[in-house]
């Protein structure tokens, strides 16, 4: 985020105004306004680009798909002796969101 107008004391009812910097420009600009010794307003500096797939402890994940480099869908595997906690077989990256992952449980904690 780059302030437009950026100086260190503001008036009430001054407004701040701000661009976001790519890659998290899907919404290009926003801005603040100082009420009452508060500012009002959205922080709106987002991005469709996809962080890394969430971390899954004792387990791990298999790329299903990519646009480019970046990473848009997989699936979840675990280490011996876990099990997975939901038999879903993919997970996406949704307008830079990650669907929540499984967990990997013990399979000690399952009836044979």
């Known amino acids: 985020m780059k302030l437009v107008n950026e100086k260190d004391v503001y008036d009430n009812e001054?407004?701040?105004?701000?661009?976001?910097?790519?890659?998290?420009?899907?919404?290009?600009?926003?801005?603040?306004?100082?009420k009452n010794g508060k500012w009002r307003g959205n922080f709106d500096c987002t991005?469709?680009?996809?962080?890394?797939?969430?971390y899954v402890?004792?387990?791990?994940?298999?790329?299903?798909?990519?646009?480019?480099?970046?990473?848009?869908e997989v699936q979840y595997t675990c280490k011996t002796y876990?099990?997975?906690?939901?038999?879903?077989?993919?997970?996406?990256?949704?307008?830079?969101?990650?669907?929540?992952?499984p967990k990997c449980l013990s399979e000690s904690c399952f009836s044979k």
């Open 47 to 54: 991005s469709k680009i996809c962080p890394p797939p969430p």
């Open 57 to 72: 402890e004792n387990g791990d994940y298999i790329i299903r798909d990519r646009d480019g480099e970046v990473i848009t």
């Open 14 to 34: 001054e407004i701040l105004n701000y661009k976001c910097i790519e890659p998290y420009n899907e919404i290009p600009e926003g801005r603040f306004i100082c």
């Open 82 to 101: 876990y099990v997975l906690s939901k038999q879903k077989q993919y997970y996406k990256c949704v307008n830079g969101i990650w669907e929540t992952p």
